[in-house]
């Protein structure tokens, strides 16, 4: 392989006959799709769109791309691809911190696991080599045990630990993977894959010294990466000490959005909350933070540790993000931030998503209000969501019902429009009452519900690229579609999507043509950004997503009226999605044959 920024090694895991083996990647399929979520997807796609997400058949990706654990700025992402137990979709999910960067320093770029161990074992990987170990005696641990076990083990020193917990064990459908730093891929489920195959942990032991990836063209790669990196320094938003995402982290989101009435409150009943400032990033800094942690070759330090001292709620923690704080703040009706940092720290010990166990909590608050369920939950019941992620983590009682996520549980508890998803994922901390776009993200993503797919919000609250009226759907479509062609390009090198938030297309072709040698411009990132996400888009086609109901959002979206400074909006769902059909050129959601040929997909 001549291509620069690949060890040039995956390692191949066979659980079911414990065997480990290693490849060279596909020099094309690696021009066409990159590295990260674009490569890992194309191997999932042809592991077969009909696999069970919970079967020894079922491929569970561990993802780098080319510039990971390099000198590029925000270089620090590894993704996890497979099979959603949640949703039935393809689904990525990401992981800040160091574990990405160590596992490339440890000569390895991605790991393929298939099968299912008969007993729990972990893969322990240094110098480009892989071994499966016995897992016995981490079954039944929380990440942060399992994490400690690890390093008493093989020393702190350049280890990386990515593991699954309890709830991950339990094959809660919403478990994901927790590293040493906190850092999560939590959405989508790909824990309870894990934990379905009885795979604990990944270790990585993987120093820097001498391992870091080398451009094919040093002075070139040099240049693009300081533009970037001055894009990062002066951005608004990611200026080091002085951008609100420095500052006060994602949760400098929590003010703005509750102010415009886009922020979901009490299971999306409202748009605007009171109580959000009790949960607020100015209240978080000013009473709870106690450091700014980073990421690999990060300078932006958006992670937020903070610590409550005393109380029932004792507890220190890293990160309070505003997705975290939002759902089981705002949207479960609890204001207290001390409260929000022990649910959150539980997440992180147990392994579970943050964003679906809120949405779930608050779908169950509404059913008791509506006399479905008989169980005490109040709106703003901090004591009682702490019991019930417990049960759900462990499956007991009503727990059981819970740990099937939001869509499933509401339909147990005999309304099904109670359940904020899409594709069965739910939402995010966005309104799509009071942001028009990011409702037509989350009806398109094809994850479910996220807005990471296309984050319109960058344009139509912050600005960025250049502003759009966020009560307008006219328009929408065709800007969606650019942040999702530019995402997946950028999920595929694998670098953190704050980036966006100051650098462009522009600044990743340069990055990435120096890095590999192969040199493509800003309509190429988009092009194989447009390939990715069709590829994405006809997996799910193939595997019964292909109707345009599938493209759907709630009906409390579409026909009930905000709050706040977005009421009486609704969604306008519809008009958005002719538009953006129209300039992908899908047919209700279906990927035509041109299509898929026009970007050399088939």
């Known amino acids: ?326 759902a089981l703040g705002a949207n479960c009706g609890l204001s207290d931030a001390a409260a929000i940092s022990y649910l959150i720290n539980m997440c992180n010990e147990y392994g579970i998503d943050t964003i679906e166990l809120g949405n779930t909590l608050s779908c169950m608050m509404e059913a008791v209000e509506q006399g479905l369920v008989d169980e005490p939950f109040a709106w703003g019941d901090a004591d009682r969501m702490i019991e019930l992620t417990e049960m759900l983590v462990f499956r007991r009682g009503i727990g059981d019902v819970l740990a099937e996520g939001t869509a499933r549980a509401a339909k147990k508890f005999g309304n099904a429009d109670l359940a904020m998803v899409v594709k069965g994922q739910a939402i995010p901390a966005y309104d799509p009452r009071g942001i028009q776009g990011i409702g037509l993200g989350y009806a398109t993503s094809n994850r479910g519900a996220c807005h990471l797919r296309g984050y319109t919000v960058a344009s139509e609250i912050a600005g960025i690229p250049e502003p759009t009226d966020r009560l307008k759907p006219e328009g929408k479509g065709e800007l969606l579609k650019i942040f999702q062609d530019l995402f997946a390009f950028s999920d595929s090198l694998d670098i953190c999507k704050f980036s966006s938030f100051s650098e462009n297309a522009e600044n990743y072709a340069e990055q990435y043509s120096a890095m590999t040698g192969v040199q493509i411009t800003a309509d190429d990132v988009l092009k194989i950004g447009e390939r990715i996400y069709n590829l994405e888009r006809h997996y799910n086609n193939l595997a019964g997503f292909n109707k345009r109901e599938d493209d759907f959002l709630p009906k409390r979206f579409t026909e009930e009226a905000g709050t706040g400074n977005s009421a009486g909006h609704v969604s306008q769902l519809d008009i958005m999605l002719d538009e953006y059909y129209q300039v992908r050129g899908w047919i209700d959601g279906v990927v035509p044959e041109g299509k898929l040929k026009e970007l050399e997909i088939v």
């Open 1 to 326: 392989m001549k291509l620069g920024g690949f060890k040039n090694r995956e390692i191949l895991v066979d659980l079911s006959t414990g065997t480990v083996n290693y490849r060279e990647i596909d020099e094309e399929l690696a021009k066409k799709y990159i590295g990260g979520r674009g490569l890992g997807v194309k191997y999932v796609f042809d592991n077969g769109p009909d696999v069970e997400p919970l079967s020894a058949e079922n491929l569970l990706c561990i993802m780098t791309g080319p510039v990971t654990g390099s000198r590029s700025t925000m270089s620090g992402r590894l993704c996890v691809v497979t099979k959603s137990p949640l949703t039935g979709t393809v689904t990525d999910s990401h992981m800040g911190g160091w574990t990405a960067a160590r596992l490339k320093w440890a000569g390895i770029d991605n790991i393929l696991i298939s099968g299912k161990s008969d007993k729990p074992v972990y893969l322990y990987i240094e110098n480009g080599q892989g071994t499966l170990r016995d897992a016995a005696d981490l079954w039944g641990q929380g990440t942060r045990a399992t994490v400690k076990a690890m390093q008493e083990r093989y020393g702190k020193e350049d280890l990386s630990v990515m593991c699954i917990g309890q709830a991950g064990e339990n094959q809660v459908r919403f478990a994901g993977f927790m590293n040493e730093n906190d850092r999560a891929a939590g959405r989508g489920g790909t824990g309870a894959v894990a934990g379905f195959k009885n795979l604990k942990a990944i270790v990585i032991k993987g120093p820097q010294k001498g391992n870091m990836p080398q451009p094919v063209r040093d002075d070139e790669y040099k240049a693009a990466n300081q533009k970037a990196l001055k894009a990062i320094m002066e951005g608004g938003l990611t200026a080091p000490k002085k951008g609100g995402l420095s500052v006060y982290g994602t949760n400098v989101l929590t003010s703005i959005i509750n102010e415009v009435g886009a922020l979901p409150t009490m299971n999306s009943k409202y748009t605007h909350w009171e109580g959000a400032e009790g949960h607020s990033g100015e209240t978080v800094n000013a009473t709870l933070l106690v450091a700014d942690n980073t990421c690999h070759a990060c300078p932006v330090a958006c992670k937020k540790e903070v610590e409550v001292k005393d109380g029932k709620y004792k507890t220190r923690v890293e990160s309070f993000e505003y997705e975290s704080g939002w």
